[in-house]
Each structure stands twice: as structure tokens, then as C-alpha cells.
């Protein structure tokens, strides 16, 4: 891998080279001439597909020659449940979202809470689960279609995802795992495991209908290591190989890295409070000048300028207007404050109506998620450590209130078109 940048499933961090990603990680670039074939195939090209924020995939122009031919795929993307949700997060769930109206697509989502607990030595298992419920929620938030999407976490659907699981595991050896991620002989067992839980959702919905079914992942480019793993052993297990979208990182306020839950400061969360997002959103790194005289004299620099990457990543969708706003700085004709309180302005009502959403998907969490989980561990397990269970005890009772039997069936699921 590069010296100056880092891209694993567990770690991101540098200033990354797109380009270079994707010959070393050898996908292919969402060019042009595919950007052409989408527009005429649904009738538009999203922004984040114009921008090239997603910039990369594998197999696409297979997924759309299948669903030429009347075959439709199956979209599946997923989260590690290690923190709350911040709004690089949600730029690839959005972005799912648009693929599933757009092609009518059911959605598999998978919550990888088994994963976040074997590699944070810090988190306990429920609160990984806790998260996967808060997630869900931000999941539900952008409205995605109840009949056609199912959210599971490891923990709760692991009766459904081991015997997958094992198949895929069964052709992966130690060595593929460690030259793939990076494992030494201090890793746990449980770490190198996991790829083929993850792998597991792309042939779950062949295995329910029988018939091999196309899959696409729409991903952020650290999962690709994953995938080259699941697409490799696919065919020995005679499924399809799963094709993927691939998008950049939305970068943290303070310019560079990705927005990054190591940094609270320079990341906004879907749950900050509008005080607390513009106050974030003010203090962010632009690419303004040191004096005001001198920004009207010189311009600022906006390939730089953290703010406007939130304008061209999730908040000026109107190409004309972004546009135009990056020639005003380069022209020194807007200063960098007014530039921040429009878009703290932009932020605050966007989370103002998310959190909306967001409090609603409490009443819909049972139209999403599917559960073959049995209390079993719960009860058996002695009482723990008093503060913890307090912590939690908001959260999960809400969570585990929801008996198997009140959430959708496995059966009703497979009524998927
Ligand atoms: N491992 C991913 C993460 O840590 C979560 C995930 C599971 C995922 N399945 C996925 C992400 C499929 C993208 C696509 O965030």
C-alpha cells in the first residue's frame, strides 16, 4: 500500500489518491461512457455519480446488462455499529436509497455489531447491538421503502448468516486472509472469521429463491477487501459474484482525513443539536485567506476549503450553483464566514428533518428489522455490572421488547419481487 495513505476495512487515514486506489485495488473507473449508458438506461445521473464521489465498481456494466435482460438484482450494503451515525455515514445510505427507487431494488442491510465487538477491545456486545438499533433508526430516517428492505444485525440473524458463513469460509485459507488484511498471528480468531459473515448477505438472497440473483453492493472503497474476497470464492460455491459501487470518504471539517468518530469535533453527528452542528461548522477549516483584504485581493482556494467539500459532497446538489459559489471564492467575491453560516444553515434544517424522520423510525423499526434471535443468551447471562445496564437499559429495552414473532417473518421477506 502507498506510504502516505491507508485504506482497510479498519483503517482509513492520509491523504488518499482515488486513482491509485483503484489500480491497486484493481476496480474499475465509473467512466464516462457508463455515466452515458446510465442516463439513458434511468433517465438521470446523480450527482454523487456526475462528481465521481462514487468514482469506482466492479462488475456494474454486468448488473445492468442482466437487468437489460429483465433479471433485477438485489442491493446489499451494511454498517459497523461502533458509535452514532455522522453524516459520512449516510452519504452511501443516501445514495442506496436513490439506487432502490431507481431500479426498484429490495435492500439487504446488514449490522455488523459481532464484527465492531471482536475488534474494539472497549465495546461490550449490547452496546455494539444498541447501535445497531440507533443506526437502524437513520437507516429508516431516509425512507427507505418498508416492503422491500430488511435490516439485521449478526447478533440477531446469525442463524441465517452462519451456515452461509461457513460455506465461504470453508474456501477462504489463513493465508488469503492475512495477505488480504493485513492479519499477524496477534490477530483474533474472531477477526478472521468475520469476512465470511460479511460475505454471507451477498448469497443469502439466491439461497432463499433458489436461483442465483445479481447483487450489487454499494460500499465506501475500505470494503473492497471484503468483496475481492466474496467474489473470488463465489463461483466455487456456484453463486454469482456480487458486482459493487464504490465511493469516496466525505472528509471531516478540519480539511484532509475523513470525518472520523476520532475526531466528535470535526464530525457531525445525525443526533447534534443544531447548536452543537454549527458550532462545528463555524469553527471548520476553509481555504480562506489571513485577512479578509487579502481573500478580496487573492481569492480563497476551494480544493482546499472543507466547507466546500460539504457543499459538493451532500449540500449543493445543483451543479450551476455550485459552480458559481466556487467562483465567487476563487474571485475573493464571498468570504469564508458567510460561506459557513449558509451552509450551517443548509446542516441544521437537513438534521432538523432527519431527527424528525429519525423519531418516527422508532414506530417503523419493526416493518425493517428481521430477527431469528432467541433470548436465551439474555436470560442465562448473569446480571451485569449495574451502570452499564442503566446506560443501556433506554435502548434495549426498546430493542428487545421486539419478540421474534413481531417482526417480519423470513417467509414474508421472500415475497421480494
Ligand atoms: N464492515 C462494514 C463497516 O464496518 C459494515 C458492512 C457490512 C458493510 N456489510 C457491508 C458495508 C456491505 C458496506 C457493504 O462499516
Known amino acids: 500500500m502507498n506510504q502516505d495513505f491507508t485504506v482497510t476495512p479498519w483503517d482509513v487515514s492520509g491523504k488518499i489518491d482515488y486513482k491509485k486506489l483503484i489500480e491497486e485495488f484493481g ?36 448488473v445492468l446488462d442482466r437487468y437489460e435482460a429483465g ?111 493485513g492479519f499477524d498471528n496477534s490477530t483474533n480468531i474472531g477477526m478472521i472469521f468475520f469476512t465470511a459473515m460479511q460475505s454471507a448477505p451477498a448469497f443469502l438472497p439466491s439461497v432463499e429463491a433458489g436461483k442465483n440473483i445479481p447483487v450489487l453492493i454499494p460500499q465506501a472503497i475500505d470494503q473492497d ?11 466455487k460455491l456456484g453463486y454469482y459474484k456480487p458486482a459493487a459501487m464504490h465511493c469516496t470518504f466525505l472528509p471531516g471539517l478540519g480539511g484532509s482525513d475523513k470525518m472520523s468518530a476520532s475526531k466528535p469535533e470535526m464530525t457531525i453527528y445525525t443526533i447534534d443539536d443544531p447548536k452543537t452542528a454549527r458550532k462545528k461548522i463555524l469553527s471548520a477549516f476553509t481555504g480562506g485567506r489571513t485577512s479578509i483584504q487579502e481573500q478580496k485581493e487573492q481569492g480563497g482556494v476551494p480544493s482546499i476549503c472543507a466547507v466546500f467539500q460539504y ?11 455550485l459552480d458559481q459559489r466556487e467562483q465567487k471564492c476563487l474571485k475573493g467575491e464571498i468570504m469564508c464566514g458567510e460561506c459557513k453560516q449558509d451552509l450551517a444553515d443548509r446542516v441544521v434544517s437537513f438534521l432538523e428533518k432527519h431527527q424528525e424522520n429519525r423519531e418516527k423510525a422508532k414506530d417503523k423499526i419493526e416493518d425493517f428489522i ?28 426498546e430493542y428487545c421488547s421486539v419478540k421474534d414473532g413481531d417482526r417480519i417473518s423470513i417467509e414474508k421477506c421472500k415475497n421480494f419481487k
Not at 474499475?28 to 465521481?52: H, Y
Not at 477487501?225 to 463461483?235: L, Q, Y
Not at 457543499?311 to 450553483?321: I, P, R, V
Open 27 to 62: 476496480t474499475e473507473p465509473i467512466d464516462n461512457d457508463l455515466l452515458d449508458r446510465w442516463q439513458c438506461l434511468t433517465g438521470s445521473v446523480p450527482f454523487a455519480m456526475r462528481r465521481k464521489i462514487f468514482f469506482s465498481h466492479r462488475d456494474l456494466k454486468w
Open 71 to 181: 433479471e433485477k438484482f438485489v442491493l446489499y450494503t451494511g454498517r459497523g455499529p461502533s458509535g452514532h451515525t455522522h453524516l459520512g455515514h449516510l452519504m452511501p445510505w443516501m445514495f442506496t436509497k436513490y439506487l432502490q427507487d431507481a431500479f426498484d431494488a429490495p435492500l439487504y442491510f446488514q449490522m455488523t455489531d459481532d464484527e465492531k465487538f471482536m475488534y474494539k477491545p472497549e465495546l461490550a456486545q449490547k452496546e455494539a447491538m444498541s447501535y445497531a438499533y440507533e443506526n437502524a433508526l437513520d437507516v429508516i430516517a431516509l425512507g427507505f421503502d418498508p416492503k422491500k428492505t430488511r435490516i439485521f444485525s449478526d447478533y440477531e440473524y446469525s442463524k441465517t448468516l452462519y451456515r452461509i458463513a461457513t460455506e465461504v469460509a470453508k474456501k477462504i485459507t489463513f493465508s488469503t486472509a492475512k495477505a488480504v488484511f
Open 225 to 235: 477487501p471484503h468483496f475481492r474476497v466474496t467474489r473470488d470464492i463465489a463461483p
Open 311 to 321: 457543499y459538493y459532497y451532500l449540500f449543493e446538489m445543483d451543479q450551476e450553483k
Open 370 to 397: 428481521v430477527s431469528d434471535y432467541s433470548a436465551t443468551y439474555d436470560k442465562l447471562k448473569r446480571p451485569q455490572d449495574k451502570k452499564e445496564v442503566a446506560k443501556l437499559k433506554k435502548t434495549m429495552k
